[in-house]
């Protein structure tokens, strides 16, 4: 008899290779239709602002999937270290990287090594840096207390372990330290075929 965790941990692995594989889709092909906002559109109905869009590569913002908009309460301040958690093609990273300036510094995690690879292309494209790492927001690559700022975009929803998200959010920051985090929220519980479909998931 499979037991709870086992089943957990199979639709798990599941959602991870179903997030890898839509998201891509996104990168690869941003015109084509997809059941979320993405794009410039999406970007405007999140107020980020117009010059920040037209100042990115056509690419970071056509790839765009955000949820919300993180900068509007971010308050980053140049110097500052900052952490973009599933930092997909890289157009949080980069307004966050024009925001801290040369001396700040800024790193994204992601699932998907290959959306890294674009996401530090698209960032280096605009002058700035960013160090992307592979990796899942339950363990997130980064040492204890080393970031000022925490900021993600339609992520944390994602994971079936959103305490341990959260956990290691507050392992990553110093003392002092804040989160900008936008995301999808349900007031109602989920009917089990929602929770049980990857692709609603990964939404």
């Given at each position: ?9 199979s ?59 993180p ?46 690879l ?83 998931w990964?939404?």
């Open positions: 008899m499979t037991s709870v965790a086992e089943t957990q941990a639709l798990e692995a599941v959602l991870k290779d179903e997030i890898i594989r839509m998201y891509q889709e996104v990168a690869d092909k941003p015109q084509g239709t997809f059941h979320f906002f993405h794009g410039r559109e999406a970007a405007e109905l999140f107020d980020y602002e117009s010059d920040w869009l037209d100042r990115a590569p056509d690419g970071a913002v056509a790839s765009f999937a955000g949820v919300g908009n900068h509007l309460r971010s308050r980053l301040k140049p110097g500052e270290t900052v952490l973009d958690l599933g930092s997909g093609a890289g157009l949080d990273a980069i307004i966050a990287s024009w925001m801290v300036g040369p001396n700040g510094r800024v790193l994204g995690v992601d699932l998907n090594p290959a959306m890294c674009k996401a530090q292309a698209h960032a280096a494209a605009t002058g700035t840096r960013m160090e992307c790492r592979e990796g899942r927001m339950e363990d997130i690559p980064v040492p204890n207390g080393s970031v000022d700022v925490v900021i993600s975009n339609g992520v944390i929803n994602l994971s079936f372990r959103k305490r341990r998200v959260l956990e290691e959010i507050f392992r990553v920051l110093r003392t002092g330290g804040r989160i900008s985090i936008t995301d999808i929220v349900s007031a109602k519980q989920l009917s089990q075929s929602i929770v049980n479909d990857p692709k609603l990964a939404s």
